[in-house]
């Protein structure tokens, strides 16, 4: 009887151990497959809010570590100067004067203008490349049950805000699982418990080991650190309570406080440490960085995962923030809503284990619609010409023969209309195009000027025509987003 024992236990421990082996055959085989890919969007973070760039204020080790394992780009640019817009560019490889969703266009009583089916999308040549999607944080491209639904764009699992008005607020009523609202514990509009971006984090780290065996592409636009401003109490908050001190309070006008019958969901609560609360999310954002790379790291899918962090937009003013005083757009002139470069460049960090040189930088002008032509060279796989991006796949494998834009575009409908332009060292600005389509050009010289503080347009009088032009050109008309009443 014990020799039978003894068999069934050594034959149970060889059919484990087989089992294990199978695991770490097919994680192998995996390996030397398509990547992983991790794309993590901060939303509203500044080029000024990273250790690794300079910020005093804040820590942030762990994104300063993919910095350190990966490659910096200085001269990268998002899609827009607002959430919606950025995204959209990022999506579909275009720029704003092409990509279908040019603004903040809103949309009762929750979700914004649908970004459209018929366009190929970063998930979608995922999900073609054979893929497991996922994205987790804040949508902001289309309601529940539309074209722009996650779900119509591709994304297998979609988890957190569908709207972004409604991130607005870091303790909702509910946040969506794909068509399925999630009530979350406490919170109802007027009581605070439940912090969401915890919820949605969990649910994204869920989401690799659920998709350990499989290529995945998990795109996390991360709600924080837009405002409002609020940061869970825990040793963050308290951390940074201690280190401003006393603070001059936000104080937000009546019916924007939670309590407030009815509440007015796109307001921001008021704050009685704004410093502090913002340092605490930024913080807390970089924490949950971390642990998405622990949990790579405890998958064993380190080696084969690449991880892209970057930001929306630049800095926000909202809410009792002030990024005057984190210097968070740095050297840069402008804020969140300009086309100047404290608007437009934020910080990007590629990190691929195996391919690209660890703490390495690249000067290389690149924007957000360059992401879906670089994945799609990635991946091996042939997309449409009809694109405004480039892929820049030989900067991050160190090899010669980069294409390079001839030009980058934006426009922003709000505040007037607003158009930028940069053409090498050259970057034209001017505002004010609703009312005026042929309103004054600002030129700016980056290599000599880069606060952009001397405009010297009078000075060269054939970029200004060549710009004008490049306006023109860029610029396609859309019935919705109008650039130009």
Known sequence: MKKIVQLYGFALLIGILSLISCQEK????????????????????????????????????????????????????TGATVCAPSRSALMTGLHTGHT???????????????????????????KQAGYATGAFGKWGLGFIGTTGDPNNQ????????????????????????????????????????????????KESLKFIEDNALNPFFMFVPMVMPHAELAAPDGDLLDHYRKKFGQEEEFKAPDGWDYGD????????????YPRASYAAMVALLDRQVGEVLQKLDDLGLTDNTIIIFASDNGP????GNNPDFFNSNGIFRGYKRDLYEGGIRTPMIVKWPGVIQ????????????????????ILGHEISKNLDGISFLPVL????????????YWEFVELGGRQAIRKGDWKAVRYGVKNNPNAAIEIYNLKNDISESNNIAEDYPELLLEFQKLFNEAHIPNPVFKLFE
């Open 26 to 77: 097919k994680l192998e085989e995996l390996n030397k497959k398509q990547p992983n890919i991790i794309f993590i969007l901060a939303d509203d973070l500044g080029y000024g809010d990273l250790g690794f760039l300079g910020q005093e204020w804040i820590e942030t080790p762990n994104i300063d570590r993919i910095a350190a394992e990966g490659m910096f780009f200085s001269n990268h640019y």
């Open 100 to 126: 279908p969703i040019r603004g903040n266009f809103e949309i009762q009583p929750e979700g914004q203008y649908p970004m459209p089916d018929t366009l190929l999308t970063l998930p979608k040549l995922f």
């Open 154 to 201: 591709g994304f297998d699992q979609f988890f957190g805000y569908n709207c972004q008005r409604i991130a607005h607020r870091y303790y909702p009523e509910y946040l969506w699982d794909n068509h399925e609202k999630v009530f979350l514990e406490g919170n109802d509009w007027n009581q605070k418990s439940t912090y969401a971006p915890e919820v949605i984090h």
């Open 261 to 272: 019958d009815p509440i007015n969901i796109p307001g921001y609560q008021s704050n009685p």
């Open 316 to 319: 926000h003013v909202e809410g």
């Open 358 to 377: 660890p703490g390495s930088s690249t000067d290389h002008i690149s924007a957000f619609w360059d992401f879906l032509p670089t994945f799609s060279e």
């Open 397 to 408: 494998k160190w090899k010669s023969g980069q294409k390079q834009h001839d030009y980058l």
